[in-house]
């Protein structure tokens, strides 16, 4: 049985996405067993790479900033992200996230995968779509 931990963002990890996330809640660092959960923030003009996340879902709450996210089969939707509001990615569901400045944006990221990076799939072929 694991015991309750707290934890404060420090280290960062390369995520395949294309984001340096903040280490927080995950199997790797907690033992959870069915949920991660991380700080990011992106820089202005930062964009991840086109993915998916194929067998979990994703909550996020922005904290600061804007961001645009593409999303759709073939990244056919557009939704501006800002401060005080809350997203939900559906599993399987390809994403693109933007920040289109000025300034940073930062959000705390919940999913239900305790390894966060194991279901991320790149869709290279959808990058080109939002150059």
């Given amino acids: 049985m694991t015991s309750c931990q707290k934890r404060r963002p420090g280290a960062t990890y390369a995520g395949r996405q294309g984001f340096d996330y903040f280490e927080g809640i995950s199997s790797e660092t907690t033992g959870s067993r069915a949920i991660c959960m991380h700080l990011l923030t992106i820089p202005p003009g ?6 998916k996340h194929a067998t979990h879902e994703t909550a996020i709450y922005v ?9 759709g089969e073939r990244l056919e939707n557009t939704m501006e992200i800002g401060a005080g509001e809350m997203l939900y990615i559906p599993a399987d569901m390809p994403h693109l996230p ?7 944006a930062t959000a705390v990221i919940a999913r239900t995968d305790p390894h966060e990076q194991e ?11 939002h150059p």
């Fill in 98 to 104: 933007i920040n289109p400045g000025p300034e940073p």
């Fill in 119 to 129: 279901s991320v799939v790149l869709l290279p072929e959808l990058d080109a779509l």
């Fill in 63 to 71: 904290l600061s900033g804007t961001t645009i996210m593409h999303w």
């Fill in 46 to 51: 930062g964009r991840a790479r086109a993915h």
